[in-house]
């Protein structure tokens, strides 16, 4: 009977060990755990250093470059594939530090319990950088959004909006469709602003030309939209929802996959930007549209760019042409009067219409915010005229009345197409009939119900989950005094298409 107590005793010791073992092992592991290549401590170790406000943060480096840095509330902003959200030891890439007197630290608070609610919620993560007794508290956003960060300064160049500047940009990106996980983009640049009507705000659009050291332009493919030296950032300054022209490319790109001509508008992706040690926001990086991107044949082929809405002449820019200014203009002339074997392409035209009709694109109407792509047709011995829209956002509910102007109900009755060329190619009944046809046959693939919801809720969700729209109405408020909402357009999208139904029925 002793025996047996005295075993008990034993079994009772040794399991009390272990466990007691096993907890200490758990906070050893805890204390010694990483985000992004970097110990986690508690609160209670972070408490022994002194704080201070003077440490160097330009050398905290990102994967390998500068990290993007907004100096002014000591921030960075690092890019995150969604999936790595599930826990911080799940971060993917390394923060590191180029000075060797420094160590890093991550604070393990209450931001780092739930990732996915933190990035949400537009919460940060606390990064202390340690020299010796001393430290600085740094503030950390993750986002699932690309972040580009570019630094430079003015040259002696100028725009017509300002002076240009040359430095040097790079994206970071979480997941990059182009190779298929994470990624770091790097090269030289030169940037400017660029816009018309929204060139008075703040937050400013910019065209960015890649350089090679040599000068030489530099082709990258940013975010699997195609190798190109010519983007631009579009700061979708009048869109409240953020979500307007990014919907709209969808729709229509992926559209242009099925049919013969396939001839896209721009596309576009979103990013988070750091310029020279500012957080500027939520952009919309989109490729140019030009003779690389639609692929024209250069020796025989014109594309311009409709720049306003007065006369046939005037309101067009040359965008590419073999041929000299005289001669350009009057083909596209003899192709809008349908003269010497020159046509629109009948079907694309009414494609393009359709669109500009649903979306209500009064900026889009006449010769201005399209371009027009006048390629040979070698069957028939003249030119084929392709419209490609652009610059979309006076879409949904807004119009032009000596500035932006939102008004749903006077906007969801408009009806656009009878005004949208100038052409006696458009006025016949035949058109009218091709028009409604064409509504009724697109109804059942591309203005669906489901089609167009699905992309506002996807393009919604990216810019909410990652927190960036938040810190971008944070950093520059709303336009439109809460009346632009994306409830509003998303009952307008859908509201439109049994507008347009009984319009074209």
Request: with cysteine.
């Amino acid at each position: 009977m002793l025996l047996k107590e005295a075993t008990r005793r034993k079994i009772t010791f040794l399991v009390l060990f272990f466990a007691l073992t096993a907890i200490l092992l758990w906070l050893w592991i805890k204390e010694k755990e990483l985000c992004l290549g970097i110990p986690v401590i508690s609160p209670e170790n972070a408490d022994n250093y002194i704080t201070v406000e003077n440490l160097n943060l330009d050398v905290l480096m990102y994967n390998g470059e500068k990290a993007p840095l907004d100096r002014q509330s000591n921030t960075l902003y690092l890019s995150q594939y969604e999936r790595s959200l599930d826990g911080s030891n799940k971060l993917e890439g390394l923060l590191t530090c180029e000075d060797s007197n420094y160590a890093l630290y991550f604070l393990n608070d209450a931001s780092m319990k739930n990732l996915r609610q933190t990035v949400e919620n537009g919460d940060t993560l606390t990064l202390l950088i340690v020299d010796e007794n001393v430290c600085q508290k740094v503030n950390v956003v993750i986002t699932t959004l690309p972040v580009m960060n570019i630094e430079g300064e003015e040259t002696e160049a100028l725009s017509r909006l300002g002076y240009v500047s040359a430095g040097q940009c790079t994206l970071f990106s979480g997941f990059d469709p182009s190779v298929g996980g994470a990624s770091v983009k790097t090269t030289l640049m030169e940037w400017h602003p660029r816009g018309e009507t929204t060139a008075k705000y703040d937050k400013k659009s910019y065209k960015l030309s890649l350089k090679q050291k040599n000068g030489d332009n530099n082709n990258c493919d940013f975010l699997g939209m195609g190798a190109d030296d010519d983007w631009i950032l579009n700061p979708m300054i009048m869109d409240d929802t953020k979500i307007r022209e990014k919907t709209i490319m969808d729709l229509w790109n992926s559209f242009c996959d099925t049919t013969e001509w396939n001839y896209k508008m721009s596309c576009g992706e979103y990013v988070e930007v750091v310029l020279n040690g500012e957080y500027r926001g939520l952009y919309l990086l989109q490729r140019r549209v030009d003779g690389k991107y639609l692929e024209i044949d250069s020796d025989l082929d014109v594309l311009l760019k409709g720049k306003s809405s007065g006369t046939l002449l005037g309101g067009y820019e040359i965008v590419s042409s073999p041929f000299n200014e005289e001669d350009t203009y009057q083909l596209m002339v003899d192709t809008w009067e349908a003269v010497e074997g020159n046509q629109f392409h009948r079907q694309n035209f009414v494609d393009v219409s359709l669109l500009i009709n649903y979306i209500a694109g009064w900026d889009n109407i006449g010769f201005k915010n399209m371009y027009y792509y006048l390629k040979f047709n070698h069957d028939r011995g003249g030119y084929d005229l392709y419209f490609i829209p652009w610059d979309t956002d006076m879409s949904f509910g807004f119009y032009w009345d000596n500035g932006f102007a939102y008004n749903y109900e006077e906007q969801l009755a408009s009806n656009l197409y009878r005004v949208e060329y100038y052409t006696v190619q458009m006025y016949s009944e035949e058109t009218d009939q091709a028009l409604a046809d064409r509504w009724n046959e697109l109804r059942e693939t591309l203005y669906t119900e489901d089609n167009i919801t699905t992309l506002l809720k996807y393009n919604r969700s990216q810019i909410l989950t990652s927190g960036a729209l938040s810190r971008d109405e944070e950093k520059w408020g709303k336009i439109h005094n809460n009346t632009d909402t994306y409830e509003n357009l998303y009952q307008f999208c859908l509201e439109r298409l049994g507008a347009l139904d009984v319009q074209y029925n």
